[in-house]
């Protein structure tokens, strides 16, 4: 977002002047925040949106009548007019939909109480919209006039929003049952576009806003099970839209403002930041919400808005404030939204700042691991307890093996924990978090979620803190495999590549292959692919049975101080004689790689071996204690 936004600002009218004017771009660009609206809808049912109503038309309208007010009266005391502080305050009081949605389902925070706050007061302010755009021109009209203007807004948003959520409701399902049995990708895709676009051009021709209405669209369908299939084949449209929307936001900041108002631009900045900030988390805290989550709410909602440059435009049409002012106000928004990303980024370190009762939170919730995780031993710590980790923690237990899990969605830690699941709420990000889950005790730890970013904080922690244990870490395709092995994963699992295996092994089958030749063809595969998949890491109590005890298997031998082999080179020791295979080499601060024969060992380097048990063990022996030379 913040490239998008710098690109604007160079490239537009007040900068490089690549483009003139952003004015038919913006229109094209408010598509993207129609398709951002909808998939955020697809969250909400309308079960949800009424559990929530507290939020939306408490904590919404408490947050934009309050922020209205606040600059009218600084508008006042600076010398302004009331109605220029007012359309001022209505424009400074929203925040960006666009941002802050894409934000909290980037860090998975959507479902999280401070998540929950912002995109209710965010659904009040694009209520909110309807009428301030009915109010702004109607504020230089006799009094008579602006309450009949205000009374129809009202009236219009009633009858729209009984038509849309209770006809549509009743249309919607048997509507998408019909178009799923025609088989036809393009018309499902066809359909989807036209209710999407078709419900908020109906809002937008009712006065109300587009976002508004694509937002309603989202919820009637997340209502049918067609839900899942819409959110993927959206997501092309609003990424690409979304995109040249925050190029049209940059494009409207003006450099010369900047400098030639700077001290006007400073005070809107100073509004927008710690005024709006303090004043949302002290309202989220007057609600019912607890320190943390109110701080957290007022970081999130602290910046400017898109309908905010609306409202400013048609403040400026109407002459409610001047083109100085406006410009003024518009570089101190846009600014805003530069920080929002940094702001909402180190969220976490500034709320335990300014919260004590965090401290006490995230010291009760990491006693919660702790004691949850106190009689795991030789366990398997997962990373995401997502469809791919139920799965994992089935086959596990299958196998007698213990788990513990950590995930960030609370919907999923209590139901999963009501069922008996070893689950807790927690940040596997987070070194005190892995600790607590008995990282020190593991046998393995499990990325088990598809993120790459993520991954690599994990592993990071993995190798600082537990630098023996084997990290197996789960990705969509084959492009950031090299990055998580260097950065230690024993194994990285590539969604698409096994997927195309097992179609493989079906098809051979249905061919009439042989089950054991197609099984040799899959193992083929997978040993080129897989490094260490010719072994396992075994435990004493596997339950081997004959010749599978004999099997080659995988060891780690973790060169501690005084270990024999430490100073010398790895064909010194020659290894290969004892028929055993070094298969990998972990050293603190570089990645794991298969050794050369004259690589020097150090000490705290992590062996990874291949052999029969008996071969493993004299190799640790001559590694460690001297044994044979």
Known sequence: MLGYLVV??????????????????????????????????????????????????????????????????????????????????????????????????ERNELNAPHGLNAVGVLLFQDLAVVPMLIM??????????????????????????????????????????????????????????????????????????????????????????????????????????????????????DFHTLLRQWWLVLVVLALMGPGKMMLIAGLARLFGSAPGPSLRTGFTLGQGGEFAFVLLALSAS?????????????????????????????????????????????????????????????????????????????????????????????????????????????DAAKREVLLAAGLMRARALVVTYADTHSALQILELAKQLRPDLPVIVRTYDESDIDKLKAAGAAEVVAEILEGSLMLASHTLMLLGTPLNRVLKRIREVREARYQMFRGFFRSVNDDLEGAERSQPRLHSVHLIKGASAIGRKLAELDLDAMHVEVKNLRRTNLPASVPEPEMELQEGDVLVLLGEPENLSAAEMLLLGGGRR
């Open 318 to 426: 109407n002459g409610l404030i001047s083109v100085e002012l406006q410009q003024a106000t518009i570089a101190g928004i846009v600014l805003s939204m530069l920080a929002t990303p940094f702001v909402i980024q180190h969220s976490d370190k500034l709320v335990l700042r300014l919260a004590s009762s965090e401290w006490m939170n995230m010291a009760a919730n990491l006693h919660l691991i702790a004691v949850r995780s106190m009689g795991a031993q030789g366990h398997v710590v997962l990373c995401g307890y997502g469809r791919s980790g139920q799965s994992l923690a089935r086959l596990l237990s299958q196998e007698s093996i213990p788990f513990f899990a950590l995930d960030l969605d609370p919907e999923v830690v209590r139901e999963a924990g009501a069922a008996g699941d070893s689950v807790v709420y927690g």
């Open 136 to 253: 702004t021109p109607a504020l230089s009209r006799p009094p008579g006039e602006m309450f009949y203007a205000l009374g129809l807004a009202v009236l219009k948003i009633g009858v729209v929003l009984f038509l849309l959520l209770y006809l549509g409701q009743k249309l919607m399902r048997p509507w998408f049952n019909l178009v799923a049995r025609q088989h036809s990708s393009e018309l499902f895709m066809i359909n989807l576009l036209f209710i999407t676009l078709g419900i908020a051009w109906l809002t937008d021709l009712a006065g109300l806003s587009m976002a508004l209405g694509a937002f309603l669209a989202g919820m009637l369908i997340a209502e049918t099970q067609y839900r899942y299939q819409v959110e993927d084949d959206i997501r092309p449209f609003r990424d690409l839209l979304l995109g040249l929307f925050f190029v049209t936001v940059g494009m409207a900041l």
């Open 8 to 105: 604007g600002m160079l490239i537009g009218p007040h900068a490089l002047g690549f483009i003139d004017t952003s004015t038919g771009a913006e229109h094209l660009a408010e598509f993207g925040v129609v398709f951002l609206m909808f998939t955020l809808g697809l969250e909400f049912n309308l079960a949800r949106l009424m559990a929530m109503r507290k939020v939306v038309f408490g904590l919404g309208f408490t947050q934009v009548l309050a922020t209205a007010l606040l600059v009218c009266a600084v508008t006042l005391i600076g010398g302004g007019d009331w109605k220029t502080g007012m359309a001022l305050g209505g424009a400074l009081a929203m925040s960006s939909t666009a941002m802050v949605s894409k934000l909290l389902a």
